[in-house]
């Protein structure tokens, strides 16, 4: 579901792609074995989190992406590329929305 939802996003079909990504982490909550920060959920929500940015859902996208960010930290590490990437993507949102400091 979660390729599915990339390959919509790629698309910019982001309407259907977002719900799709909703749809595959409630899911994934209900009814999986896998923990709210397993890697493959916390890329879920990383992905969710790009989809809500090019939608210009700022807030949302802020939200996801920070939330993501803090748990890679925890589950990967600080250095880990996945986490890296967190990084990257919350520094485009905030230059896009003017907030660097």
Not at 26 to 48: A, F, Y
Not at 66 to 82: I, M, N, Q, S, Y
Request: with cysteine; hydrophobic share 35%; net charge neutral.
């Amino acid at each position: 579901m979660n390729n599915l939802s990339t390959t919509l996003h790629s698309q910019r079909r982001w309407d259907e792609c977002v719900d799709l990504y909703l749809h595959t982490l409630e899911l994934v909550r209900k009814k999986s074995s896998l923990g709210g920060e397993h890697p493959n959920v916390l890329t879920i929500k990383h992905n969710l989190g790009e989809a809500y940015f090019w939608q210009g859902k700022w807030a949302e996208a802020r939200k996801v992406q920070l939330e993501t960010l803090e748990a890679r930290k925890r589950v990967l590490g600080e250095d880990h590329r996945e986490t890296m990437h967190s990084y990257a993507n919350l520094g485009v949102l905030y230059w896009n929305q003017g907030m660097m400091e």
